[in-house]
């Protein structure tokens, strides 16, 4: 079992970025394939960027290349989502998942562990 908690969401201007935290409860964390995904009222959660148990791949939606960097400690059993050059339709509920499949994965009925999710709005 892994449990997993974001932080770091809020408010921000266009433009603006924000950085998201997810910890997760586990010893084993590195052995963890991660991704973010992202939710907007009314539509179904979307993929964002995926990393490998290493850090060693990503993968990002075209959506997000060139704005945002996914990157993990495997000491501190955190990932995170440096956001920069926010736009008004990044904003969503930002989740957190794992699997333990140790490969890039972009869906979301591919991850096992999923964290309780933070808001992320982006004003124009």
């Known amino acids: 079992q892994v449990q997993l908690v974001e932080s770091g969401g809020g408010l921000v201007q266009a433009g603006g970025s924000l950085g998201l935290s997810c910890a997760a409860s586990?010893?084993?964390?590195?052995?963890?394939?991660m991704g973010w995904f992202r939710q907007a009222p009314g539509k179904e959660r979307d993929f964002v960027a995926a990393?490998?148990?290493?850090?060693?791949?990503?993968s990002y939606a075209d959506s997000v290349k060139g704005r945002f960097t996914i990157s993990r400690d495997n000491a501190k059993n955190t990932m995170y989502l440096q956001m920069n050059s926010l736009k008004p339709e990044d904003t969503a509920v930002y989740y957190c998942?794992?699997?333990?499949?140790?490969?890039?994965?972009?869906?979301?009925?591919?991850?096992?562990?999923w964290g309780q999710g933070t808001q992320v709005t982006v004003s124009s």
């Open positions: 586990r010893r084993a964390f590195g052995l963890y394939a």
């Open positions: 998942a794992a699997t333990s499949v140790r490969r890039i994965l972009t869906t979301p009925g591919e991850y096992r562990y």
């Open positions: 990393i490998t148990w290493s850090g060693g791949s990503t």
